[in-house]
């Protein structure tokens, strides 16, 4: 048992964010993508209403996919400069696959949609420990138009689901990065 709770406390300690400018561009297999949604799949949910959804781009989707963002912002913020057009643009460059993550409100109205967000977060952590131990990098960025009525249209949402994040996999040769945490422990629990 022991043993157990020290590998996955490595894991969970270990996992850190790398961002897609510091991927390498190695494909991961398809397969192994659908071996992390299957971990993300057994995250707890209130009423059994399994919300997560995952829309998947790789291979030559995941440019695709950035250009359609970068241009859904502009069209958003016409303003937008030219480099961060670009920056959105290019930011699966060396990057696997891309998945966005969705919460689906089902039809039980009982079960509070935060509680569905929750379930659908405990479902990303899931997969991005699924990640780490894999030596897969990853990324979860709600920047551009993530979090933006122009990406539920893009994914043809009904009005009550929800975006979480983008989710950018790959791997890298970066050096692992040290975690940090500004609150001390202590600070977070209070035992009543
Ligand atoms: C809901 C959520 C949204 C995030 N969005 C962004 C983002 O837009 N840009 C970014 O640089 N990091 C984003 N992150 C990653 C955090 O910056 C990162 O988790 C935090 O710095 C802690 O680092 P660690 O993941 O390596 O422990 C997001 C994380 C979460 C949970």
Redesign the pocket.
Same mark, same amino acid.
């Given at each position: 048992m022991q043993e157990n709770f020290s590998t996955l406390a490595r894991i969970v300690s270990n996992?850190?964010?790398i961002?897609p400018q510091q991927m390498n561009g190695r494909k991961i297999d398809d397969a192994v993508i659908e071996q992390l949604i299957a971990l993300a799949d057994w995250a707890p949910t209130h009423g059994r209403t399994e919300p997560w959804r995952f829309y998947i781009f790789g291979g030559a989707k995941v440019a695709v996919f950035c250009k359609d963002h970068a241009d859904m912002k502009r069209k958003a913020q016409p303003e937008l400069t030219e480099d961060a057009w670009q920056k959105l643009s290019d930011m699966g460059t060396l990057a696997s696959h891309v998945l966005l993550v969705v919460m689906r409100r089902g039809d039980l109205p009982k079960i509070p949609a935060l509680e569905e967000l929750a379930a659908t977060?405990a479902a990303v952590q899931n997969l991005l420990l699924g990640a780490e131990s894999l030596g897969i990098a990853a990324?979860? &960025?709600?920047?551009g138009s993530?979090l933006q009525p122009e990406m539920k249209e893009y994914l043809h949402l009904g009005p009550e689901d929800q975006v979480?994040?983008a989710l950018y996999l790959g791997y890298s040769d970066a050096p692992a990065?040290e &975690?940090?945490r500004n609150t001390p422990l202590a600070e977070k629990m209070k035992w009543m």
């Open positions: 996992r850190r964010t961002k977060a990324y979860w &960025g709600t920047g993530v979480l994040g990065k &975690g940090v």
